[in-house]
């Protein structure tokens, strides 16, 4: 896959979200990924590498910290007493960046699909960013970084994972 002039680094090793235009660093921002590691197996709870493209932007004018549910907003606005109140929650907050894999057989198509994985990027309590992996598979973000980046890239936009 070829370099695109606009498009979205996430590296697993440094846990961190770059924007990269034309081979500059337009911003960077902290990000949590897999507890379990890198992988592309459905099931896996891991986070998925190559390239993948933003599918789907969710979430657009919902108040920040939103809650959702299967890709749609409760009417939820996350609080630390609903934190406390359903504490095994995974909680997807603010906006969702569905991404979609690109690459046949490496994160696209049958058990390795990045996309029927449900795999995304999505804002997070602020305190389970500690720099620490720790996501069920998705990258998760603080809820301000997360409407920030939503606010800066399309449907399309190609994003690089990597270790």
């Known amino acids: 896959m070829t370099q695109a002039q606009f498009f979205l680094d996430i590296s697993i ?6 924007i990269i235009e034309k081979g500059c660093l337009i911003a960077c921002y902290p990000v949590s990924t897999a507890k379990n590691g890198a992988g592309e197996l459905k099931g896996s709870e891991c986070t ?13 004018k919902q108040p920040l910290q ?3 549910k299967g890709r749609r907003p409760t009417g939820e ?23 979609a894999g690109l690459e046949p057989g490496k994160n696209r198509y049958k058990e390795v699909d990045t996309c029927w994985r449900y795999i995304y990027i999505h ?14 598979g998705c990258i998760r973000m603080k809820n301000a ?3 920030d980046l939503f606010n800066r890239v399309t449907v399309r936009t190609q994003v690089f994972i990597h270790e």
């Not at 609080?79 to 095994?88: C, I, N, R, T, V």
């Open 123 to 136: 804002g997070c309590p602020d305190h389970l960013m500690t720099g620490i992996a720790d996501s069920h």
């Open 66 to 68: 939103s809650v959702f």
């Open 145 to 147: 970084d997360m409407l």
């Open 48 to 60: 998925p590498r190559g390239w993948h493209n933003i599918r789907a932007k969710i979430g657009d």
């Open 77 to 99: 606005v996350y609080s630390a007493a609903l934190g406390q109140q359903y504490p095994q929650r995974d909680w997807i907050l603010t906006r969702i960046l569905w991404l």
């Open 13 to 18: 090793s440094t846990q961190q979200l770059s």
